[in-house]
């Protein structure tokens, strides 16, 4: 029994091991940075500063409104996607497909679609087959908000795939033998019990979604400004890096509040099944 | 659940093992190749990479590159330690900074041969005097680059065409703070040193002007745009307009008479260093007018050593927009040390700025 247990143990060694060094000590020396001034002493200004000045808060309604849109538009985009492959002849292949994209690097995306927004792009040229002239469409909020919908839509459609993979056919049949019409079957039954799979699917499109840096300048040209921005710019340009993670610290802070919003209701779900 | 536990034992002990091997594998690099070794910290793509095996062929020292892509990444790593660096390409304000944390060992001027060959007006400068502990090994300057398809040649020469209403988000800025604040300042006719705020804030009202002109805030990814007509004017470096120009004819760039940037990157000996030896051969044979101009055809910005400009074509060595008259030359300005909180001010103001195309 003893040994047993002491085996049962070992395998959570590794995890331990990772946790701690890859999750809790980073995040811990966040928080810790994030109370050292420019002379490295203690100090609240850090803070003071983040929430009197106009432009960070700015920035952070900005970030949130802007993953807000991206998890809409990825939401709208992939709950059919993933709803239409569940009803195909081969859908593990089609599931491979949508998979498909996240392979390539995300760098390489972001410069894919340079050169399909550009003046002298593809879009540009199709538009031009109907006598339009070449449109701006890079350094738009439409391109950027289209980047990061399109980079997002795997993480989206895969928990909300195996979700409906879940449902079990007969409640479905139950609902249509009771008289249900297809939308009331769809509100009632079907949208309520996929749930789960579309609250952690919002879980990993949105808190990405909070700190996109790259794309803002690559895609939206620096005409989109988010929080990610910020710390970049804290840690690599004025090495204030207590600022930097008084950033970091309030995005996490509002990570931990989308988790704790999605997650609970969650478990809510499950009660009332 | 054995052969588990034996599985991690086994993964551990490899992970050791490999640990250990490369540990005794950097330390015999240290001690036993190391002295025919230089380790060299630069800017991505800022060497002729022929240059490099050229030296190695005559000196028989084996070169390192690693490469940086910010001074203060560079400053970071050099500062925390745990590096060898023998030589590092830092810019002037960077050098003063350095110096004043005393991250740089003086050079021995007398094993260095062929300092009469550099310009004298790009010597013993404010950051470094009497170039005690640095040589130049490129300069340049901040400047308009403009595509003559849709600007007429001659219609910008001053900071304050670009507010024309004619660019409407036809103008691509690079990203950087002390640069974008910097020509507001020019135009407004201030220092780009400047530590008021009132000047300052001014500076930054006038950019938030400029924000209709604007099409994006970019870094490298300019070379690109401009060289496929996406944008009509950007605001860019000397060297990176030259790399664009040769790849589209119908691109020039103006240095503002009223002034801009000046700035260098110099050849530093870190703290870190090692081998003296390689780096005095190093830094001579770069010296040699014939290397020097054939690093100066490769990488496009201006060579400080007058020798080697001769070396240059005529095309390039004449051309005032690249090597300025003495006009130009005396109304640019070279960027001074900031103190941290200046710095963090130059920054916070210019993220106002990024903001302010809401």
């Known amino acids: ?14 995890y331990g091991l990772w946790i701690g060094l890859f999750v809790i000590a980073p995040v811990g020396l966040i928080i810790y940075q994030s109370f050292l001034n420019l002379n490295n002493h203690f100090t609240l200004q850090n803070y003071v500063t983040y929430f009197k000045s106009g432009t960070y808060l700015m920035m952070t309604v900005n970030s949130l409104w ?37 392979w390539i690097n995300l760098l390489l995306k972001a410069y894919a679609f340079i050169g399909i927004f550009s003046q002298s792009g593809i879009a540009n040229q199709f538009l031009g087959l109907f006598g339009i002239a070449p449109q701006q469409i890079l350094f738009t909020n439409f391109s950027f908000v289209f980047v990061a919908t399109y980079i997002q839509i795997p993480f989206m459609i895969l928990p909300i795939y195996n979700a409906i993979d879940d449902l079990d056919l007969s409640y479905i049949n139950a ?92 478990t809510e779900g499950r009660l009332s099944r | 659940m054995k052969r588990l536990v034996s599985y991690v034992i086994l993964i551990l002990a490899v992970c050791g ?69 023998d030589l590092t390409v830092p810019s002037d304000y960077m050098i003063e900074k350095m110096r004043a944390a005393h991250l740089l060992v003086p050079l021995n001027k007398a094993k260095l041969h062929g300092m009469h060959n550099f310009d004298s007006r790009l010597m013993n400068l404010e950051f470094d005097p009497h170039n005690k502990y640095s040589i130049p090994y490129f300069w340049g300057t901040l400047g308009i680059v403009y595509n003559d398809q849709d600007v007429k040649p001659g219609a910008i020469q001053h900071w304050n065409d670009l507010w024309s209403s004619k660019y409407k988000n036809n103008i691509m800025l690079v990203d950087s703070a002390r640069d974008v604040l910097g020509f507001a300042l020019v135009s407004n006719g201030a220092s780009m040193n400047t530590t008021n705020l009132k000047t300052l804030v001014a500076a930054k009202n006038k950019l938030d002007r400029l924000t209709p002109n604007v099409k994006a805030i970019v870094a490298d990814e300019i070379k690109m745009y401009m060289a496929e007509n996406e944008s009509a004017i950007a605001v860019d470096w000397s060297g990176e307009a030259s790399e664009m120009m040769a790849n589209n004819r119908h691109l020039h760039y103006v240095v503002p008479s009223e002034g801009s940037n000046l700035w260098f990157d110099n050849l530093v000996i870190p703290k870190t260093a090692k081998h003296y030896k390689a780096i005095y051969a190093f830094l001579n044979f770069m010296m040699k007018p014939a290397n020097a101009a054939q690093n100066a055809k490769y990488v496009g910005y201006a060579t400080p050593n007058k020798a080697a400009q001769q070396l240059l074509p005529a095309s390039v060595r004449n051309d005032k927009q690249f090597y300025p008259d003495a006009k130009t030359m005396a109304h640019l300005q070279i960027y001074k040390n900031l103190s941290p909180e200046m710095v963090g001010e130059y920054n916070d103001l210019y993220l106002e700025f990024k903001m302010h195309h809401k």
């Open chain 2, 17 to 85: 093992l490999l640990g250990f091997s490369a540990n005794r594998l950097t330390a015999s690099d240290n001690s036993g190749g190391g002295s025919k070794e230089l380790n060299l910290y630069n800017w991505g793509d800022y060497i002729d990479p022929a240059l490099i095996t050229k030296f190695e062929k005559q000196t028989g020292y084996h070169v390192n590159v690693e490469t940086f892509d910010s001074n203060e990444a560079m400053y970071t790593k050099i500062k925390q330690g745990g590096t060898n660096y």
């Open chain 1, 175 to 266: 609902s249509r033998d009771l008289g249900a019409t297809n939308w009331q079957t769809f509100t009632k039954v079907i949208w309520p019990l996929t749930m789960p799979g579309v609250k952690s699917g919002v879980q990993s499109v949105f808190i990405p979604s909070l700190s996109l840096f790259m794309l803002t300048r690559l895609i939206g040209g620096n005409k989109v400004i988010t929080l990610g921005t910020a710390i970049e710019e804290h840690f690599l340009t004025t090495m204030n890096w207590g600022m930097g993670s008084t950033i970091g610290v309030v995005l996490i802070v509002a990570m931990v509040i989308i988790m704790v919003l999605t997650g609970e209701r969650k």
């Open chain 1, 66 to 102: 802007w993953a807000f849109l991206i998890t809409v538009f990825t939401l709208l985009i992939s709950y059919p996607a993933a709803y239409f492959i569940h009803q195909l002849k081969h859908r593990q292949l089609w599931i491979l497909l949508t998979i498909l994209p996240t």
């Open chain 1, 1 to 14: 029994m003893n040994h047993r247990q002491f085996a049962n143990w070992t395998y959570y060694v590794p």
